[in-house]
């Protein structure tokens, strides 16, 4: 069986990569927006149904042995370096396959409608097939290598998507702006893997983890390399102080924003940390900062969003701030509601993000809520999906994001004590309150647009199908991870034995405290009380406004993003530019490099124009020089 699976697991990275190939090499040559977009649906769709194939013979193992490395061949040998390429196959790697795939081949489908007529239409599909490829490539490498090679290939392909439309100076800035900025976090995971090799002389993942068991909690090794692998996380999945790329990401098509945001990318960071999730329970100091980091980013941004009037925008934010709840539960050594809320969150946020460009196709690309209004009658199946994935973000039951929020708000409580649960129930809040300002001035209320210019109208099947398939998963997915008062969570029963090991390190020093059945009962009802009281009050406030009023006092200082990026641009990007043009260009470049390189082409000429003189054309001239010649020869080896 291990064989059979070896022979087509191989085909969950190489069929995205084959649609990129095609499209990339002969899509405007074939020249057909069906054979473009549905050949590189396909190949994402075969991979998921591969996933079922291997979630089916995984289920038949025993739980200790649901971990499947496959050897293809011998990469690098180099002295003591010896990389295989080599995929594995897990509990934790098979449910990122399933989210990019599912949520991926979802997000290709509605992308034949969206982008239907652009003159680039076969590139576009080449791009998102070899994002998918990087994505999978990064999930099932079995060595921190391979993995940065996905890693890296996320980032570029983010750079390519983003700045798709790259006629338009702002797509341009904001593509270089998130290739940049992750370069910074990139470097982190570069020289966490150089600690690695040098102090465990291996590159596998397993075989890291495996050592690493053998050391003392809080080693100051370890805690760096926890360190390190979080600052790449803190680039790829938008934590503070890398967070500011994302949400100028939205420049780019919205099925790129669905993807980032839903199935590629921005897990990459969670994935990374819970991989290792055994490093960060022996390292519990890097912990307490992941938690630290998870919840000002998961309030800042969410404060953000609350006064933002792009609708992409919002949702940028939103997931800034979700994101910022799965590193809460990682911080409190809660990998398994992480993971959980990574799934749900795909779920709705792919949902959001595909219904906002619906929304912003039937209103002529129109992007800002405040010209909106009174949509919910013109595109009835973008308003009802919308509204599913708004209740499910916001935490209501029984729909997904109430159960994966609620066990993250659980265990920050029994994990980090009562002030970080009131403020992530605090953040909750906020973000059951922005996302129905969102709803209630895009669906509610009378249009604000003219309507003698823009007719709202509903998407095409292409595009509302996938919104439909999506509004289901962010109703029924939350099941997959029911709380143990209510019922058998079979999420965490699945990936118990990936995150065995290091639940069992955390015991060790944090002994398991038993909490009554009741406490959960009266925190899982106050989450629900709050986000229903922040939806009422958003909605009374926001469903009927006609009329708006410039922002002034702290409300401008949030509107305009607490001003981080105009602080980063004085701090960080006007000394290098200044530098680079004062020093790097006028000094180093012009007078250093392009002087050396002009001072010995000058030296050059000086010397042959000295060397011409000596070809006189006459005989004697000539001979004299040869006999001189001889005469050096002669006494060199006389008087040597």
């Known amino acids: 069986m291990v064989m059979q699976m070896q022979n087509y697991f191989i ?22 927006e069906k054979f473009s977009g549905w050949l590189s649906s396909v190949f994402v769709l075969v991979p998921f149904l591969i996933g079922v194939a291997a979630l089916f013979q995984l289920m038949s193992l025993p739980e200790d042995s649901r971990k499947i490395i496959f050897t293809y061949f011998d990469w690098i040998s180099a002295g003591t370096l010896t990389v295989n390429y080599s995929y594995f196959i897990d509990p934790l790697s098979l449910v990122m396959i399933l989210v990019v795939t599912g949520i991926g081949f979802l997000i290709h489908v509605y992308s034949i409608g969206y982008m239907h007529g652009d003159e680039e239409y076969a590139k576009f599909f080449a791009y998102l097939n070899l994002f998918i490829f990087a994505m999978l490539h990064l999930v099932i490498a079995d060595n921190f290598l ?60 397993s075989s890291f983890l495996g050592q690493i068991a053998r050391y003392p909690v809080n080693n100051a090794l370890l805690i760096a390399i926890a360190l390190l692998f979080f600052l790449g996380a803190t680039g790829k999945s938008a934590q503070i102080p890398l967070y500011v790329w994302l949400p100028d990401a939205m420049a780019g098509p919205t099925p790129v924003s669905a993807l980032i945001h839903a199935a590629t990318m921005v897990t990459a960071g969670i994935y990374l940390i819970a991989r290792t999730s055994l490093l960060y329970a022996l390292a519990p100091y890097a912990s307490n900062i992941v938690l630290i980091i998870g919840i000002a980013t998961a309030i800042l941004s969410a404060t953000i969003a609350v006064k933002q009037n792009d609708i992409k925008k919002i949702l940028a934010y939103s997931t800034v701030s979700q994101l910022g709840f799965m590193f809460i539960a990682l911080g409190t050594m809660s990998f398994v509601a992480a993971i959980f809320h990574l799934v749900t969150h795909a779920f709705f946020k792919a949902l959001m993000f595909l219904g906002s460009g619906s929304v912003i196709h039937g209103m002529h690309e129109e992007q800002d809520i405040r010209k909106m209004g009174g949509l919910k009658d013109k595109m009835k199946v973008t308003y009802i999906t919308f509204l599913i994935g708004a209740f499910a973000i916001s935490g209501i039951p029984p729909l997904s994001g109430f159960f994966s929020k609620d066990e993250i708000l659980y265990k920050t409580f029994i994990g980090a004590g009562v002030i970080p649960y009131i403020l992530v129930l605090i953040t909750a809040g906020f973000t059951a309150f922005y996302m129905f300002r969102l709803a209630g001035l895009t669906f509610f209320g009378k249009p604000r647009y003219d309507e003698n210019h823009i007719h709202p109208h509903e998407s095409p099947k292409a595009m509302t199908v996938p919104l439909i398939i999506l509004a289901v998963l962010s109703a029924i997915g939350g099941f997959i991870g029911l709380p143990h008062i209510i019922g058998f969570n079979v999420l965490e029963h699945w990936l118990e034995p990936v995150f065995r090991n290091a639940n069992l390190a955390v015991s060790m ?12 009962w009266i925190l899982l009802i106050v989450s629900v009380l709050v986000a229903a009281a922040a939806i009422i009050i958003s909605f009374r406030k926001y469903s009927k406004q006609e009329k708006f009023e410039e922002e002034k006092g702290f409300g401008k200082i949030v509107g305009n993003k607490y001003y981080v990026d105009e602080a980063y641009d004085k701090a960080v990007v006007n000394p290098v530019f200044r530098s680079s043009e004062s020093f790097l260009w006028k000094i180093f470049d012009i007078k250093i490099i392009d002087g050396f390189v002009n001072g010995v082409a000058n030296t050059a000429s000086r010397f042959s124009l000295d060397w011409k003189k000596l070809q006189t054309g006459v005989v004697q001239d000539y001979a004299a020089l040869a006999i001189t010649g001889i005469i050096g020869i002669i006494l060199f080896f006389l008087f040597k």
């Not at 020093?509 to 959960?520: C, G, M, N, R």
Request: negative net charge.
């Open 11 to 32: 085909l969950i990275t190489v069929l995205p990569l084959l649609g990129f190939l095609i499209n990339i090499l002969f899509g405007k040559k074939i020249n057909s």
């Open 509 to 520: 020093y944090e002994p398991v405290v038993e909490h009554p059945a009741l406490t959960e």
């Open 146 to 205: 391979l993995v940065f090679l996905g890693w890296e290939g996320v980032g570029l392909c983010s750079y390519l998507l983003i700045g798709f439309w790259y006629e338009k100076k702002f797509t341009g800035d904001a593509a270089k702006k998130a290739f940049i900025v992750n370069r910074i976090g990139d470097f982190g995971f570069l020289v966490a893997m150089f600690f690695i090799f040098t102090n465990f002389h291996t590159l596998e993942v």
